[in-house]
Each structure stands twice: as structure tokens, then as C-alpha cells.
């Protein structure tokens, strides 16, 4: 077809009312029909909209391609523009895809309940359960799955394991577990079934029983939970790797559970104890305004440690951004939080790969020289667990960086802030690098990848990459691949193109979020149940390892499954989502906690709106 002469300036007149292009338009057409306009333009109005259709249909970008010539826009001023073109966002579930999610769920839940129910952890090729502690288990597997299923449909399944809860669950071990651990897993994922199960009071019953064991670990002098709890002795314990630290992410990842428990039980102690440690938090901040991953348990201040947004810190990042939303965006305190701390990974932590093609977050590691001086080394390393951060930019961009609301689908560049702007473009470019961390033999990624750099000594070694690699990887036969190959069935990328699809509504999320479904199913399935690990995303056939992930059903399939169902199935304006994935309802703050936030005595300035 011939498209130079569709590449008219007419096009863009239909693609967009009022813009400058309107006015050309009509000169052009005043000549040709002033003798009789009317008529003219019933005869030729059928087949003109149906060329604009047909010109459309074969190349997308002809209007804005001609627009560009026409205004002289950037490409990126024009991707902000793409709303207006008006193109269908279809949110329907794609039924065929959304049924196969859950069919591999069943395989996953089928296979742990044949071998080992109500043990903690799966290990699908051995066929056997253990537990976290020698103490017994605490349900970890089995709560972790149980809003899955609710979600899913699948009430067989579900009353099987409610039965389990009611009769079998225990939280009467004498062990310590770790303090986050057991909060985002089974505290939140108790929660989270008691909301959708219709408030079966079974789960709030037990929600508050495992809270109360928890609560002592927040006794320290700076109020900061210790890493692990002793359930049975509910004595707080220390990590005995880091006897005197505790992470960032693990006392600032279990505030939605605590506060929404304290709704719920109308205690208002869950909610006080959480949010302390948030005060604490920001009264300890650095001045770069980033939280380093360790802090000192005892005093409560940071410690000098690497600074990045992988393990030890995430949803430290993640938490600020979601307690401002659980609350229905009213407390300023945790949005200026948030924006405080995203103006600062952009400063520092925000870079591109060597040849500019991909935006990544790199680490920044202290070091101490004998003379005392401190210098950051940046490493250009990217955790897997990274990827939660696209997808999260994306959901801050249209709420705390919105100047309306609700934004548009996708949001139009009129309706964000400049932060919120420059969140949704880093966002939009951190999914795509993690997608290009799929681009592995298996199609799946590692759980560490890491950027190329001027410095990194590999010069133009035909073995690497141009633009990332797997550190060390290059082993011999027989030798175990390193650590950062595997790919243990993480979430965070399917997370990230959750909210990208929900936001944006662009299929093209829905394809890839299909496309990592395949290599999963292709890679990591065990034909006899249940999914493992791989060792080494980059070889063919893999090598599995014999270990299924809690968040294999509580996560991973549960964000597959929301991608491809009916946008109804789990508002964001409704509910906000705990970091292993347990949906959490958003609230209005009670008249007897707004009184508490507004008395804490670290506050520095008012945190409601
Ligand atoms: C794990 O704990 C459960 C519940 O206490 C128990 O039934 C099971 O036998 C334990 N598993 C192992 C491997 O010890
Ligand atoms: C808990 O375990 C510790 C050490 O394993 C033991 O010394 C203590 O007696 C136990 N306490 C109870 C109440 O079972
Ligand atoms: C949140 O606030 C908006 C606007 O004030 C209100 O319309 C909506 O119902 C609230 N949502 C919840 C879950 O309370």
C-alpha cells in the first residue's frame, strides 16, 4: 500500500480535535469544495474514514509520525501525547490465559498438599516437606496460598485449607522466626483471607494470636522490632549473623499489616508500635535521604552500609509509598516521605548501562580509608527483587504524584506532577530493563544481573554483553554456576507488569506477563507437581533445584492470574497489596487513630492532610 499518500496532513485532524493541525486542515479542504461542500463531504467521508482506518490499522504510528513533522515534538513529548489517539483499553479478562494461571496454581497447591501439608516449605522433586524451625510449622505454605485461592475460585481447594487453619495451625513453637518473614507471610496473608473469605472471624482470631506473640520484639530501647521472635517465649531475639543490626526493609515492611489489624481488632497497640518505628525512621534519616540497609537496633540510627533499593532495603521503599495509599492518601507524612526519598534515588542510585540503553538502580558501597575519609563505590548490580520498583514508580506516579484524581489510563501528562512525570518515564524504563534481564536462554531472569560500565575491566570481550551480564557465570562443565544465574521463581517482574498493564493499559504487559508464564511452565515445571528453581537461567535444558518458594502461590501466580483477568477482580483504587502479595482493603483512618497519629510524640510536623 502505498503510504506516502495516506502520510497526509489530514490524518492527525480525526486523531486529535483542536489541536493546530485542524486549522490546516480546513484551508486545504475550503479550496477543493467550496462549490459544494456539503455534498462532497457525505460522498467522501465513507471512504476517507475508512483509508484513516486502514492507514491506522496497518501502521499505528502514521498520525503520530505525521503529527511529529507537522508540531516538531520530541519522541518522548509524543509518547505523553499517545492518550489522546483514544485507542480502545480493553480490561476484559483474556479468559484462555487467566484459566491456564490457575490450572498451574493447582499443580503447584496439589502436589505440596499431596506431599506435604501444613509443612512449611515444598521441595517438589524430593517429594518432602520441612519446616522453618525444628519446633514444627506455622502454616507459612499454606496461609501464604490461601487468598490465591479465594481470588481464584477454587473453593475445593480453599476449604481444605481452612480446615487445616481451624484444626492443625499452631503458633505455640518454641523457635525463633523471623520477625518480617512471619509478618508479610502469615500475618498478612491471615488478613488478607479474612477479608476476602467474608470475615471469617477463624483468621482475625488467629491474625491477633500471632500478633501478640510478635508485639515484644518491638521492646528495645529505640522501639525498632528485632529481626527474629521466639513465638512460644514471645521474646524478641537478635540475628545472630548481625548481632547489633536490624534492615531498613524488615522494620519498615510491616506497617499495612499491623495498622489494618488494629482496624480490624479496634487495638489501637499494633498501629502505635508499627508506626513508631516509621518516626524513628525518619528522625534517623541521612541527609542524602536514603535508607542505608542496616540500622542499629539499640540507638535506632542508620548504620554506614550500602545503599541501594535490593534486599535489605526494598519495600522499605515500597512500605512509604503503600501507607500513604492505605490510608486513602491522606497522610502528607509518608507522601513527602516517599517523594523525599524518590528525588534522591534519582540523584544517586538512578543510572544507564554503558551504551545509554538501559536504566538500571545501582548500589552504592562505603568505603573507609585509614585516614577516616568515606568514599561510595558504585556498583552496578541489580538485584531481581529490584524489579518491584517500575511497577511501584508507576502506581506513585498517578497517586502521589498526581495533581488529579483519579489520573487517565494512561495517565496524560497534564495530570502528574514533574516528580510524578519523571517517576512515570523511570518506571516505564526500569520494566523494560527488566524484561531485557529475560533475555536468557530460558527467557526467565537471574536473580542478580549486572550492568556494564566503562570501568568493569571487560572491554569488548565477545563473551558479555553489551549492556548486562551475570557475573561469573562463564563456568566450566560440571562447576556450579554462581549464585546470581538462578532463578528461584520470584515475583517482582510479573509484579511490575501488573500495575504497568492496570496503568497503562497497554497489551503489550499482558504479552510478556504470557511470555514468562511460558518459560516458567517450560523450565521450572516438574511433571509430577509442583514448580523448582533453576540454577542457571542461561542453560538449556535446566538444571532444577529442589526447592518451591512460598511466593510461587502467593505471588508470582497470583499476580499472572490478576493480569489476566477482568480489571474488577482487585481495584487499585481499593486495595493496596502487602509485599508477598496479600491484598489489603484501603481504609478511612478511624476517628481513634487519627487522635493517635496526630499525639505521637516523635512527630515533627502534622502527618494528616
Ligand atoms: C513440620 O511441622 C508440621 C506441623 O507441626 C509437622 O506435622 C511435620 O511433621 C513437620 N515436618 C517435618 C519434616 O518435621
Ligand atoms: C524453649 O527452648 C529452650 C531451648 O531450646 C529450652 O531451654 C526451654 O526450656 C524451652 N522452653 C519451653 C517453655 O519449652
Ligand atoms: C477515598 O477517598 C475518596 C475521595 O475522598 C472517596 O471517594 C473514597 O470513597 C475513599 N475510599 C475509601 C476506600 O474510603
Not at 517523594?339 to 534522591?344: E, G, R, S, V
Not at 538500571?360 to 527483587?385: A, C, F, M, N
Not at 514468562?516 to 535444558?541: L, M, Q, W
Amino acid at each position: 500500500m502505498n503510504g506516502t499518500k495516506l502520510r497526509r496532513r489530514k490524518a492527525p485532524k480525526n486523531a486529535k480535535a483542536g489541536n493546530p493541525e485542524k486549522e490546516v486542515d480546513s484551508e486545504e479542504s475550503e479550496l477543493e469544495f467550496d462549490f459544494d461542500l456539503w455534498k462532497y463531504t457525505k460522498i467522501l467521508a465513507v471512504p476517507l474514514l475508512l483509508a484513516i482506518g486502514v492507514a491506522y490499522y496497518l501502521n499505528p504510528t502514521i498520525f503520530t509520525d505525521a503529527m511529529q513533522s507537522y508540531l516538531g515534538l520530541s519522541e518522548q513529548e509524543l509518547a505523553k501525547m499517545v492518550p489522546v489517539l483514544e485507542f480502545p483499553i480493553d480490561f476484559s479478562a483474556n479468559v484462555h490465559r487467566r484459566d491456564a494461571v490457575v490450572r498451574a496454581f493447582q499443580h503447584a497447591w496439589l502436589a505440596y498438599e499431596r506431599d506435604a501439608m501444613g509443612n512449611d516449605e515444598y521441595h517438589p522433586i524430593s517429594h518432602e516437606g520441612t519446616n522453618l524451625t525444628d519446633a514444627g510449622g506455622i502454616g507459612y505454605t499454606v496461609v501464604d496460598s490461601i487468598d490465591t485461592m479465594l481470588l481464584m475460585g477454587l473453593d475445593q481447594e480453599y476449604s481444605r485449607a481452612r480446615e487445616w487453619v481451624a484444626t492443625k495451625m499452631d503458633f505455640e513453637r518454641n523457635a525463633t522466626f523471623n520477625t518480617f518473614e512471619t509478618v508479610i507471610r502469615v500475618l498478612g496473608g491471615l488478613l488478607s483471607a479474612y477479608h476476602f473469605s467474608g470475615e471469617d472471624s477463624l483468621y482475625l482470631e488467629k491474625a491477633i494470636d500471632l500478633a501478640d506473640r510478635i508485639i515484644p520484639a518491638f521492646n528495645t530501647p529505640s522501639r525498632l522490632p528485632l529481626s527474629n521472635i521466639n513465638l512460644a517465649l514471645r521474646e524478641g531475639a537478635i540475628d545472630p549473623n548481625w548481632p547489633q543490626f536490624v534492615s531498613s526493609a524488615e522494620v519498615a515492611t510491616l506497617q499495612l499489616e499491623f495498622r489494618y489489624l488494629s482496624v480490624l481488632s479496634r487495638n489501637t497497640l499494633y498501629w502505635e508500635k508499627a508506626e513508631t518505628v516509621m518516626h524513628v525512621l525518619k528522625n534517623s534519616l541521612m541527609p542524602h535521604g536514603l535508607a542505608s540497609i542496616f540500622l542499629n537496633w539499640y540507638n535506632g540510627e542508620f548504620v554506614l552500609s550500602t545503599l541501594r533499593l535490593g534486599s535489605r532495603a526494598d519495600s522499605y521503599y515500597e512500605y512509604l509509598l503503600k501507607q500513604y495509599l492505605q490510608t486513602n492518601n491522606t497522610e502528607v507524612f509518608y507522601r513527602d516521605m516517599y517523594t523525599n526519598a524518590m528525588d534522591a534515588v534519582h540523584k544517586t542510585l538512578i543510572k544507564k548501562s554503558a551504551n545509554s540503553v538501559l536504566t538500571y538502580t545501582s548500589e552504592l558501597v562505603p568505603e573507609k580509608h585509614p585516614d577516616g575519609q568515606i568514599s561510595w563505590r558504585l556498583t552496578p548490580k541489580q538485584d531481581h527483587l529490584v524489579c518491584f520498583f517500575g511497577g511501584s514508580l508507576l502506581l506513585g506516579a498517578t497517586t502521589a504524584g498526581a495533581l488529579v484524581h483519579p489520573v487517565s489510563v494512561p495517565p496524560r501528562a497534564g495530570e502528574l506532577s514533574e516528580q510524578g512525570k519523571r517517576d512515570w518515564e523511570t518506571g516505564i524504563s526500569l520494566i523494560k530493563t527488566c524484561m531485557a534481564t529475560h533475555d536468557t536462554a530460558t527467557g526467565l531472569a537471574p536473580e542478580i544481573a549486572h550492568f556494564r560500565i566503562p570501568s568493569d575491566g571487560i572491554g569488548h570481550d565477545p563473551q558479555y554483553p553489551s549492556d548486562w551480564y551475570i557475573k561469573g557465570a562463564h563456568t566450566r562443565p560440571g562447576e556450579l554456576p554462581p549464585y546470581d544465574a538462578r532463578y528461584i521463581l520470584r515475583p517482582e517482574t510479573v509484579e511490575s507488569l501488573f500495575l504497568a498493564f492496570r496503568l497503562t493499559g497497554d497489551e503489550m504487559y499482558r504479552e510478556w506477563a504470557w511470555r514468562i508464564f511460558e518459560a516458567i511452565e517450560k523450565h521450572c515445571r516438574v511433571e509430577t507437581g509442583g514448580y523448582a528453581s533453576i540454577i542457571n537461567v542461561d542453560e538449556i535444558p535446566s538444571r532444577k533445584e529442589d526447592k518451591m518458594e512460598t511466593f510461587m502461590m502467593s505471588e508470582t501466580l497470583k499476580y499472572l492470574y490478576l493480569i489476566f483477568a477482568d480489571a474488577n477482580v482487585l481495584p487499585l483504587d481499593k486495595y493496596v497489596l502487602n509485599t508477598e502479595a496479600h491484598p489489603l482493603p484501603i481504609f478511612d483512618i478511624p476517628p481513634k487513630f487519627k487522635d493517635l497519629v496526630q499525639r505521637n510524640p516523635m512527630l515533627s510536623h502534622p502527618i494528616l492532610e
